[in-house]
T-cell receptor
Framework: SQKIEQNSEALNIQEGKTATLTCNYT??????LQWYRQDPGRGPVFLLL?????KEKRKERLKVTFDTTLKQSLFHITASQPADSATYLC???????????FGAGTTVTVRA | GAGVSQSPSNKVTEKGKDVELRCDPI?????LYWYRQSLGQGLEFLIY????????KSGLPSDRFSAERTGGSVSTLTIQRTQQEDSAVYLC?????????????FGPGTRLTVL
C-alpha cells in the first residue's frame, strides 16, 4: 500500500541550530513533492515545491532535497528561530494530476 | 477577501444531526478541494471540484457525505446523520487550475465535534 512517513517524534531544537525533517514514501512515483507549514488552528501554508529532476531547492533559510532512489525528501531549517515553531507537512502528487497525498507532519519547537 | 474562508470555524452537534460546512475559495480559482484532518493524522483527501463538477469523489468516507459547488465559487460539504467518528477538522483549499504543480491555498478549517 502507499505510505508517506514523516519523523515520528516531535523535534525540539535550540535557536540558531538547523532542524532536519524527513519524509519517506513507499509505492509512489511522484513527479514532485511539496512542503507546507501548519500553525495551530490554521490551514497549511505552502512553502516549497521540488521536482523529481531537482536534487535541491532553497528558499531563504529553508532547503529541501529530493532523492527518488531513496524515496526520501529532507527539509532543513537553518539558523532556526522561535517563529519557525510549527508543524511541517510533506505532500506528494499521488497521480501526477491534481491530487496531493499528505504525511502526518512533524512538529518543530525552537527554544529561545 | 484575499484568502480562502470557511464557516463556521467551530461546530458542535449531536450524533444523528446533519451539518453543512461552507467554503469560499479565492476568486478566480477553478479547483477546490476538501480534506479532513484528524488529530495526529495527515490530511485525508475527500473530494475535488473543477469548476462546478466533481470528477473525483473517491475520498468521501460514506454516502452520508456529499458536496456541491455552485457558480464555480462557494462549496458546501454536507454530512448527514453525523457520527462521533466524523469529529475532525475539515479543511478546504483552492488552486488556480487544478494541475499537478498548483499551489493549494487552504482555509482555516472547520472544527467539527459530534457528541
Amino acid at each position: 500500500s502507499q505510505k508517506i512517513e514523516q519523523n515520528s517524534e516531535a523535534l525540539n531544537i535550540q535557536e540558531g541550530k538547523t532542524a532536519t525533517l524527513t519524509c519517506n514514501y513507499t509505492n509512489y512515483s511522484p513527479a514532485y513533492l511539496q512542503w507546507y507549514r501548519q500553525d495551530p488552528g490554521r490551514g497549511p501554508v505552502f512553502l516549497l515545491l521540488i521536482r523529481e529532476n531537482e536534487k535541491e531547492k532553497r528558499k531563504e533559510r529553508l532547503k529541501v532535497t529530493f532523492d527518488t532512489t531513496l524515496k526520501q525528501s529532507l527539509f532543513h531549517i537553518t539558523a532556526s528561530q522561535p517563529a519557525d515553531s510549527a508543524t511541517y507537512l510533506c505532500a506528494l502528487d499521488a497521480s501526477n494530476d491534481y491530487k496531493l497525498s499528505f504525511g502526518a507532519g512533524t512538529t518543530v519547537t525552537v527554544r529561545a | 477577501g484575499a484568502g480562502v474562508s470557511q464557516s463556521p470555524s467551530n461546530k458542535v452537534t449531536e450524533k444523528g444531526k446533519d451539518v453543512e460546512l461552507r467554503c469560499d475559495p479565492i476568486s478566480g480559482h477553478t479547483a477546490l478541494y476538501w480534506y479532513r484532518q484528524s488529530l495526529g493524522q495527515g490530511l485525508e483527501f475527500l473530494i475535488y471540484f473543477q469548476g462546478n463538477s466533481a470528477p473525483d469523489k473517491s475520498g468521501l468516507p460514506s454516502d452520508r457525505f456529499s458536496a456541491e459547488r455552485t457558480g464555480g465559487s462557494v462549496s458546501t460539504l454536507t454530512i448527514q446523520r453525523t457520527q462521533q467518528e466524523d469529529s475532525a477538522v475539515y479543511l478546504c483549499a483552492s488552486s488556480l487550475q487544478g494541475i499537478s504543480t498548483d499551489t493549494q491555498y487552504f482555509g482555516p478549517g472547520t472544527r467539527l465535534t459530534v457528541l
